[in-house]
């Protein structure tokens, strides 16, 4: 009976220890920690989106957002929300670290997710669509708490109607989530901005942390509805697992850089002429088709204006006929001023951080311009330098007698030079393997004076 008792007393404080353990210590699911930093892009909304349904097949208990954006394109801004709209598991974004913003488009996800958390000294708003026209919106990031054209009906019809459309959008997501719908349709109208601190006052965000560690202290306990369904967070002494951007992310958020996109294409252009113009060197062609493969995949992801797109390509092709073509530079010219406005009007946006810098675009159109004077020096060089092959070479040229020939009463001798083989006339008697110098041509015989009086001397 006193065994039984000691059994019985060890199981129950046994139990006791396993309660009194951490959540992550007995079982508790993981917590996914995803980072967007920098403008939201295809590789970047392709990232999160990835990295949601990949929380969803571990079984992660939440999927944290680190958010420090400028932006971004619409189209990738939407990919990211539809994914977190239609996500099982809860998603958190978090605005951090210090410094840190979720401007323009990173207002909107903030919105759509689950729970809105911030760091200290950070900031969140100036969601007006920047594409709609020059003068028409304030660049991401800036509040100067005046009411914008867009709100007192001032402007075309297609600027009402994206302001209209992007307000719509981010009170209905404020109204999913039980924020300020109020302040969600200002940041729009107005382009307003809010600290961590004034976001929490006027209900944008739940939670200010100032690192993961509080964030996830602050949402232990708390339920979140996600597809219907409540989850009751236990994220308290839970270790956070990053998910690290895959190298097809990496890849992708490299060639969609729209300066990279430009050097891809402009090198594509230029390797495949040079392999046209000196065919089986190989390396030209395949680098070329490579880099041009990869820019026209970047440029069918990027918001081009493909008046631009024309332009760019029109212009390499002329810099490229220049050398083929007696325009004394005219066609070359012309190739650079079209490359240099194409370039300048290729991406068709101002979202921050899809422009290409004018100092990439000044300096690809010089160094095409440097490339098509050494062209031009190369040809009039080789224009001005004596014929390497031809029948003009022939005069001059030495050879030894190959055969002489007998047919009746003539005698025939026979030179070989360069490869072929021409009969000989002389005023002197030839020999075999006799030494001559080529004097003259007349049709397919050559003129030919001895070098050496007899053969072998």
């Known amino acids: 009976m006193i065994r039984r008792m000691r059994l019985l007393a060890m199981a129950v404080l046994a139990v006791l220890l396993v309660l009194a353990l951490p959540p992550s210590a007995h079982g508790a699911a993981g917590v996914g920690v995803l980072t967007v930093d920098g403008v939201i892009g295809p590789a970047n909304a392709g990232y999160v989106v990835h990295g949601i349904a990949r929380a969803a097949s571990t079984g992660q208990q939440l999927v944290i957002i680190r958010i420090d954006t400028p932006g971004g394109l619409d189209t990738a801004m939407r990919e990211v929300i539809k994914a977190i709209l239609g996500s099982p598991v809860p998603v958190v974004a978090w605005v951090a670290p210090s410094g840190a913003r979720a401007a323009s488009a990173g207002t909107y ?22 594409e709609i026209g020059v003068g028409q919106a304030q660049p991401a990031g800036q509040n100067d708490g ?18 209209n459309d992007a307000a719509a959008y981010l009170r209905g997501l404020a109204q999913l989530r039980g924020r300020n719908a109020e302040w969600a349709e200002r940041a729009v109208r107005e382009a307003v901005s809010l600290s961590a601190e004034e976001a929490l006052k006027q209900h944008v965000i739940e939670i200010v942390a100032p690192d993961l560690g509080s964030l996830m202290a602050q949402l232990d306990g708390r339920t979140v509805i996600a597809l219907g369904q409540a989850h009751r967070l236990a994220t308290r002494g839970v270790l956070p697992t990053e998910f690290a951007p895959d190298w097809r992310t990496q890849l992708l958020a490299a060639i969609t850089h729209p300066s990279v996109a430009l050097i891809l294409m402009t090198i594509g252009i230029y390797g495949l002429v040079f392999e046209f113009m000196n065919p089986g060197f190989v390396a030209p062609g395949v680098v070329g088709a490579i880099c041009l493969l990869l820019a026209l995949y970047a440029l069918q992801l990027l918001p081009v204006n493909y008046a631009g797109l024309a332009l760019a390509l029109l212009g390499l092709m002329l810099m490229v006929a220049e050398a083929f073509l007696p325009s004394f530079g005219v066609i070359g010219f012309g190739g650079i001023v079209a490359f240099v406005a194409g370039a300048l009007m290729l991406v068709d946006t101002d979202v921050p951080g899809f422009g290409i810098p004018p100092a990439l675009i000044a300096t690809l159109g010089l160094a095409s311009a440097l490339l098509l004077i050494g062209s031009a020096r190369l040809a009039l060089a080789s224009r001005r330098r004596p014929p390497a092959s031809g029948a003009t070479t022939l005069i001059g040229a030495t050879a030894r007698v190959e055969r002489i020939t007998q047919d009746g009463g003539s005698r025939a001798a026979w030179v070989r030079i360069e490869g072929e083989l021409w009969q000989a006339a002389s005023g002197l008697p030839l020999s075999q393997s006799q030494t001559v110098r080529v004097v003259g041509r007349r049709g397919l015989t050559l003129d030919v004076v001895p070098v050496d009086p007899s053969p072998g001397a």
């Open 109 to 130: 996800i903030l919105y759509a997710s689950h729970v809105a958390a911030m760091a200290p000294g950070t900031n969140l708003g100036a969601a007006t669509p920047v």
């Open 146 to 163: 005046q009411k914008k054209p867009a709100d007192t009906g001032e402007g075309s019809a297609m600027t009402r109607k994206q302001v």
